[in-house]
């Protein structure tokens, strides 16, 4: 479920002239300041599914338990969006370095021409309608995967895993 700031939505895409690709997000208003000032409502996760809407969110618990648990299932989601992500806002997204797809947010993602998941650096810059500049990184290996930023989406990540040999 999208933010009543963010129906209006409209994602364009392109390649210019040289074959860099692009991502433009227009439609967005900005989120209520007096949402953005108050801490409590920054750990909610107001736009996203409910518990209404997953039956399979453990089924075996009780109704009390399932929605205490929902509730802290996803921490910090406002804030991620609004707060320190720029959800509300318009912007153009090009990629930096890495995989050319303005929407690649980890390269691991995506299935190289070998078939194996891709690696390495996912570099985008996100320019608001402002002039303003926001970047994201992201990195996938063999032995770490982490990201720091808001994504493409205007999502904010921050990650850093480990993997296991």
């Not at 074959?19 to 209520?32: D, L, Q, S």
């Not at 002039?131 to 808001?150: D, E, H, N």
Request: aromatic share 16%.
């Amino acid at each position: 479920m999208l933010a009543p700031w963010c129906k209006n939505e409209k994602w364009t895409f392109w390649t210019d002239t040289s074959g860099k690709r692009f991502a433009r997000i227009t439609g967005r208003e900005r989120c209520p300041a007096s949402l953005k000032a108050n801490p409590l409502w920054w750990w909610r996760n107001d736009y996203e599914q409910s518990l209404a809407e997953a039956p399979w969110y453990e089924a075996d618990k009780s109704q009390a338990q399932r929605e205490r648990d929902w509730a802290f299932r996803n921490p910090l989601q406002n804030a991620r969006l609004f707060v320190f992500g720029v959800a509300d806002r318009n912007y153009t997204v090009d990629v930096l370095e890495g995989n050319p797809d303005p929407m690649v947010v980890q390269r691991d993602d995506v299935i190289g021409p070998d078939g194996k998941p891709e690696q390495g650096y996912q570099r985008t810059r996100l320019t608001l309608d402002d002039g303003a500049v926001q970047y994201f990184t992201s990195y996938c290996g063999s032995k770490i995967t982490w990201q720091l930023g808001p994504q493409p989406s205007g999502f904010y990540g921050a990650k850093f895993n480990f993997h296991r040999s």
